[in-house]
């Protein structure tokens, strides 16, 4: 069990570029989900996955953002056309499968200056 | 919905003098609650959680919390504070029922200050 992993952990961008993260959830979690976390303020949850399945977005996930997860394993986030606003520190964490099994981890995030 | 207050953004112990961090939960329904610490650009780190087993909860590190049904409070406590406490302490809350994403909402943060 190697933990929830994040690349890249930094990434400084120019406004109106694309950017994709990716994050490995722990291996056999077959939920994932993706937060987001601005400075002196808690993560916010922006999309959640069972396997590939996207079940859940959240309002802050605009148009400009598309998450996947194609064979149920790893995940990606991409942000289109970013803006200064979209800086912040991105965090993926992932859960096993049983409900009993209620503890998510987190995975050290990836670090996004949009210039 | 589900929402979590922490009480003061900043709180600053003595080393060896007792911690309290402050957390109040609102639920609709029956709860899930954590507590998260996090370091310097690094992630989350799990504390402890109350996921209605005993109502005192042990964690990591010499942490506990007790969840208050009747105060909707899931404060942390560490009896003697160490150096190495220093970081940003969350509480978060997250639906028990399954069927539900059980997606964590979280405070805004306590930073744990200890000084000499």
């Known amino acids: 069990d190697t933990g929830v992993s994040q690349d890249p952990r930094h990434k400084i961008t120019k406004r109106g570029q694309n950017v994709t993260f990716r994050c490995d959830p722990i291996s056999e979690h077959n939920r994932l989900y993706w937060y987001r976390q601005t400075l002196g303020q808690g993560p916010e949850f922006l999309t959640y996955f069972q396997n590939e399945a996207q079940l859940e977005k959240s309002r802050l996930l605009s148009d400009r953002f598309s998450a996947e997860r194609p064979k149920g394993s790893f995940s990606t986030l991409e942000i289109q056309r970013t803006e200064q606003g979209d800086s912040a520190m991105y965090l993926c964490a992932s859960r096993g499968g049983r409900e009993s099994t209620d503890t998510q981890y987190f995975g050290p995030g990836t670090r996004l200056t949009v210039l | 919905a589900q929402s979590v207050t922490q009480l003061g953004s900043h709180v600053s112990v003595s080393e060896g003098a007792l911690v309290l961090l402050r957390c109040n939960y609102s639920?609709?329904?029956?709860?899930?609650l954590f507590w998260y610490v996090q370091y310097p650009n690094q992630g989350l780190q799990l504390l402890l959680k109350?996921?209605?087993?005993?109502?005192l909860v042990k964690g990591i590190n010499g942490f506990e919390a007790e969840f208050k049904k009747s105060e909707t409070s899931f404060h942390l406590t560490k009896p003697s504070a160490h150096m190495s406490d220093a970081a940003e302490y969350f509480c978060?809350?997250?639906?028990?029922?399954?069927?539900?994403?059980?997606?964590?909402?979280f405070g805004t943060g306590t930073r744990l200050q200890v000084t000499l």
């Open positions: 978060a809350v997250s639906a028990r029922w399954g069927g539900t994403a059980s997606k964590l909402t």
């Open positions: 109350y996921t209605s087993a005993a109502t």
């Open positions: 639920s609709s329904v029956p709860p899930y």
